[in-house]
Nanobody, 115 residues
Framework: QVQLVESGGGLVQPGGSLRLSCAATGIPFGSAHLRWYRQAPGKERDLVAYISRCNLTYYPDSVKGRFTISRDNSRNTMYLQMNSLIPEDTAVYYC?????????WGRGAQVTVSS
């Protein structure tokens, strides 16, 4: 059974940091292309970060320089280090894995940036 489980969300003040984790089971993790998405209330789900099987990364301008995606294939886990957080980063964050043509999603972790 495939499972992606996010952890590490919570409430943080503007300017603070959080690190999200996504633990995967049931997939060949080293072969997966991995992404973090986020969805704020009333908005579409947007891509936040991408890391390929070869550790190539991509970030949209909205988070570039503040967020860092990484993966540890020995632990079947990927991470999202989020620094300099702003209220606009408030959303539910989802991890996503693509293996060949199959897509898998986690259930999400809430991140709230507020003073």
């Amino acid at each position: 059974q495939v499972q992606l489980v996010e952890s590490g969300g919570g409430l943080v003040q503007p300017g603070g940091s959080l690190r999200l984790s996504c633990a995967a089971t049931g997939i060949p993790f080293g072969s997966a292309h991995l992404r973090w998405y986020r969805q704020a209330p009333g908005k579409e789900r947007d891509l936040v970060a991408y890391i390929s099987r070869c550790n190539l990364t991509y970030y949209p301008d909205s988070v570039k320089g503040r967020f860092t995606i990484s993966r540890d294939n020995s632990r079947n886990t990927m991470y999202l280090q989020m620094n300099s957080l702003i209220p606009e980063d408030t959303a539910v964050y989802y991890c996503h894995a693509r293996v060949s043509t199959d897509d898998y999603w986690g259930r999400g972790a809430q991140v709230t940036v507020s003073s």
